[in-house]
């Protein structure tokens, strides 16, 4: 399905691409890494069916350009970022359903935390907050070899050594609109890796956040800082089709998943057409 709607918002520093398909209740998708609206185009057409989904660019992403040079990014400006986006697209002030994966699960974190009065329910799919992991050392020196590899060697062998977080598998090729890499493996992996919420103010809005995984990615370094968010606010992370990117791979699969754990937020099932709700 073909976006009903796109547009850009000026947003400080930045202009947002974003798109909208579909009708229901506000649904806002972030993405994680160097990827752009695109790499949720099959499963925002499966959502658009319960969901007026919202995917976009984050800034410095393919059509979301900067208003000057890049530089380190960080989380903090991208959640005012979707805030924004809520605010600019929300009918009425309704809050939003926010899905965040791999870095997008960061900034949803962040959303959450400073904007809770806006977010119905948010899930956060595989965060990377390494430095929570008793051995965060270890993997954030993975993520600085990484960076150092980048800067001597080229993308292709820090890409290499950056499979480390997915159990040695390279990347699967995700769909974008242009590639993003360079400024991935430049201004993002390494401030966002190291970012760690408020964990006193997100244990005010854990009610509102359920913690997600891959059922392929359950071995992975990327998957435990949600196991360990999860036994810290309570719960177990709810299982997603696929791997770290199953929305990408498995999108009817993950859209119908999806739904079942929004179905999950008070009152949902007065709103979302066709669920029944369900646990965390």
């Known amino acids: 399905m073909n976006p009903s709607d796109s547009g850009t918002l000026a947003v400080p520093g930045a202009t947002i691409y974003f798109e909208v398909r579909g009708e229901g209740p506000l649904l806002l998708l972030i993405g994680g890494g160097n990827s752009d609206a695109a790499v949720f185009r099959r499963v925002a057409a499966a959502l658009a069916g319960h969901h007026r989904v919202v995917t976009y ?58 904007h809770a009065d806006r977010i119905r329910l948010t899930v956060a799919h595989e965060p990377p907050v390494l430095s929570i992991l008793p051995d965060a050392d270890e993997h954030l020196a993975i993520i600085d ?7 001597r060697e080229g993308m292709a062998p820090a890409l290499v050594k950056l499979q480390d977080l997915h159990g040695g598998q390279p990347a699967p090729p995700l769909p974008e609109v ?48 949600a196991l360990v968010l999860a036994e810290r606010f309570g719960g177990t992370p709810a299982l997603f089709p696929g791997g770290h990117v199953g929305y990408a791979r498995y999108p009817a699969d993950f859209a119908e998943r999806l739904v079942e754990v929004l179905g999950t937020a008070p009152g949902a099932a007065d709103r979302l057409p066709g669920t029944t709700g369900g646990g965390r």
Do not use: K, M
């Open 57 to 114: 660019d984050p800034r410095g992403n393919s059509r979301s350009v900067l208003d000057g040079p890049p530089t380190d990014q960080r989380v903090e400006e991208h959640a005012d970022d979707a805030y924004r986006l809520i605010g600019h697209l929300a009918r009425r002030g309704e809050p939003a359903y926010v899905f965040g994966s791999c870095s997008g699960g960061l900034i949803a974190l962040e959303l959450t935390i400073r």
């Open 178 to 225: 242009h590639d993003n890499t360079d400024y991935f493996l430049s201004h993002v992996i390494r401030p966002f890796t190291r970012f760690v919420p408020d964990l006193r103010a997100l244990a005010a809005v854990a009610g509102q956040v359920v913690w997600a995984g891959g059922h392929a990615s359950r071995a992975d370094l990327v998957h435990r800082p």
């Open 145 to 151: 070899e990484v960076y150092r590899t980048y800067r």
